[in-house]
């Protein structure tokens, strides 16, 4: 298993552009999330799903879209990109299994926004 | 919101030492958990702790949690090169897990 892949590794955007993070997962992992980490700050949750089809905010969402069109895929669409949002991007998944609580996470996308 | 703290400590140790760093939350919890990220990469589950569970082991990790107290640690014993990373704990609290609280991290760097 590939496990959690996201990519690109690295983007560097203009202020205003959009861009779109991909994030997969072989696992069949009903839930998936997206973090941005940002110095001295820990990881914050921007968006989760539970499920292909539901999706939900997290504490940053501002700036920021998701869908869950299918288990494997939850992308992160940055609608217009500003300099605060350069941060380190993760998306993570884990099982429903009663009692699976540990989550999976991807590499990370570093992403500057000028 | 519910937030997993740690102590804000950056760590350097000897390797062969044991390590040990803490964490603060605010809420009430159904479990906490603890994950290692290498420099560079993704975060790694390492442990997880029930809110009715003092005490758990696992290989060279030892989590401890006082929900009195609202705290964990984590200490790492005989300590190698590889443990070097930051360690971070995250939390349940009121929105389940699927919105883990993490805290910001405390950075080990172990001497050979």
């Known amino acids: 298993n590939a496990g959690v892949t996201q990519t690109p590794k690295f983007q560097v955007l203009k202020t205003g552009q959009s861009m779109t993070l991909q994030c997969a997962q072989d696992?069949?992992?009903?839930?998936m999330s997206w973090y941005r980490q940002d110095p001295g700050m820990g990881l914050r949750l921007i968006h989760y799903?539970?499920?292909?089809?539901?999706?939900d905010q997290g504490e940053v969402p501002n700036g920021y879209n998701v869908s869950r069109s299918t288990t494997e895929d939850f992308p992160l669409r940055l609608l217009s990109a500003a300099p605060s949002q350069t941060s380190v991007y993760f998306c993570?998944?884990?099982?429903?299994?009663?009692?699976?609580?540990?989550?999976?996470f991807g590499p990370g996308t570093r992403l500057t926004v000028t | 919101s519910q937030q997993g703290e740690e102590d804000p400590q950056a760590l350097s140790i000897q390797e062969g030492e044991n390590a040990t760093m803490n964490c603060s939350y605010k809420?009430?919890?159904?479990?906490l958990q603890w994950y290692r990220q290498n420099s560079g990469r993704g975060l790694v589950h390492l442990i997880l702790?029930?809110?009715?569970?003092r005490e758990k082991h696992s290989g060279r990790l030892r989590v401890t949690l006082d929900t009195s107290k609202k705290s964990s640690s984590l200490l790492i014993t005989a300590s190698r090169a590889a443990d070097t990373a930051s360690y971070f704990c995250?939390?349940?609290?009121?929105?389940?897990?699927?919105?883990?609280?993490f805290g910001k991290g405390n950075q080990v760097v172990v001497i050979p």
């Open positions: 696992m069949n992992h009903e839930y």
């Open positions: 702790i029930r809110s009715n569970e």
């Open positions: 993570a998944s884990r099982s429903d299994r009663e009692g699976s609580y540990e989550q999976y």
């Open positions: 799903s539970v499920g292909a089809g539901i999706t």
């Open positions: 995250a939390t349940d609290g009121d929105y389940g897990n699927n919105r883990l609280a």
């Open positions: 809420t009430s919890i159904n479990n």
